[in-house]
């Protein structure tokens, strides 16, 4: 494709030339704080997207899953979530202690609303409400601690557009690659089957859940 025939956007005004201005009521719904309604879809909710970036504006997201209630709310303004094992790269957490803004979606299966929270972020090692965060009586090592400073509903159209809790509109698994197939090619890997790949990271996934 030619570059030259690629229109982009680079100022807000013009932004707003395509898109005009939302109604009132779509700027008045954020509420900055976790009322009744949003403690019941995080209570509900076992998979949450957690969105950071460095401070040279290298963003980040991340999948969190837990059993639904693993989500902490401390009160109307805070909430936790625990960090489980993964990969060690902490690429969320290393954003954090550089950049504390951070953003949740909390996706509570078949419903095609989702909670949106944004606000400041901070890395803790032990507190009280650790024991809140234990999982098959394994206390997590850190958790994130959220101050909400935006918190609003997102309407349905995306989930509706991607038909994602429609099963029949699934691709069938045998489709797409393992993931031990996606890393031997992407890194090269010699001397190992992405069969053999397949079943070391299938055993991790079940052993080093918490």
């Known amino acids: 494709m030619d570059p030259s025939e690629i229109r982009t956007v680079s100022s807000e005004a013009e932004l707003r030339k395509i898109v005009k201005e939302p109604p009132q009521?779509?700027?008045?719904?954020?509420?900055?704080?976790?009322?009744?309604?949003?403690?019941?879809?995080?209570?509900?909710?076992?998979?949450?997207?957690?969105?950071?970036?460095?401070?040279?504006?290298?963003?980040?997201?991340?999948?969190?899953?837990?059993?639904?209630?693993?989500?902490?709310?401390?009160?109307?303004?805070?909430?936790?979530?625990?960090?489980?094992?993964?990969?060690?790269?902490?690429?969320?957490?290393?954003?954090?202690?550089?950049?504390?803004?951070?953003?949740?979606?909390?996706?509570?299966?078949?419903?095609?609303?989702?909670?949106?929270?944004?606000?400041?972020?901070?890395?803790?090692?032990?507190?009280?409400?650790f024991d809140d965060l234990s999982v098959r009586g394994k206390r997590p090592r850190l958790a994130i601690l959220v101050e909400v400073e935006e918190l609003f509903m997102h309407c349905a159209k995306a989930f509706l557009r991607s038909s994602l809790w429609k099963p029949e509109t699934w691709p069938d698994r045998e489709s797409l690659p393992t993931l031990g197939r996606i890393a031997k090619d992407q890194m090269g890997i010699r001397g190992v089957s992405a069969r053999m790949i397949d079943a070391g990271l299938a055993l991790d996934a079940k052993m080093n859940q918490y």
Do not use: Y
């Open 25 to 129: 009521a779509i700027w008045d719904k954020d509420i900055a704080r976790i009322d009744e309604h949003a403690r019941t879809i995080i209570a509900h909710s076992p998979f949450v997207l957690l969105a950071t970036a460095n401070t040279d504006g290298t963003c980040d997201v991340s999948p969190r899953g837990d059993p639904a209630g693993s989500v902490v709310v401390l009160d109307d303004h805070r909430l936790a979530l625990a960090d489980r094992p993964g990969n060690q790269r902490l690429d969320s957490l290393r954003n954090i202690l550089r950049n504390p803004r951070a953003g949740l979606l909390f996706i509570v299966p078949g419903m095609n609303e989702t909670l949106r929270v944004n606000g400041r972020a901070t890395l803790v090692s032990d507190a009280p409400f």
